[in-house]
């Protein structure tokens, strides 16, 4: 079955950086783009970033842009969230997304960035 772990939050200063992983098994993770959401309490559900399935083409939210990218390495079934210059409104659980008619979702890691 499709499984997604992601790991690599923590808590981390106001302008310091954090990089996530996501390790995929139960499908051919090289044919599919990948995405990373977060939500914070009492927030909707947003996208953080995406990738396309080689790896070509990404996209990401506006309030990231410039601060944070999204890698994968598929070898490895692996997508990468690395964040740079984070702020305390970065701070939200983390989550792992692939679309194969369904969505699936990891469990999600929280990130809190406080002082």
């Known amino acids: 079955q499709v499984q997604l772990v992601e790991s690599g939050g923590g808590l981390v200063q106001p302008g310091g950086s954090l990089r996530l992983s996501c390790t995929a098994s139960?499908?051919?993770?090289?044919?599919?783009?990948m995405r990373w959401y977060r939500q914070a309490p009492g927030n909707e559900r947003e996208l953080v970033a995406g990738?396309?399935?080689?790896?070509?083409?990404?996209n990401y939210g506006d309030s990231v842009k410039g601060r944070f990218t999204i890698s994968r390495d598929n070898p490895k079934n692996t997508v990468y969230l690395q964040m740079n210059s984070l702020k305390p409104d970065d701070t939200a659980v983390y989550y792992c997304?692939?679309?194969?008619?369904?969505?699936?979702w990891g469990q999600g890691t929280q990130v809190t960035v406080s002082s």
């Open positions: 997304n692939t679309h194969l008619g369904t969505d699936y």
């Open positions: 139960g499908f051919t993770f090289r044919t599919f783009a």
């Open positions: 990738i396309s399935p080689a790896g070509g083409r990404t």
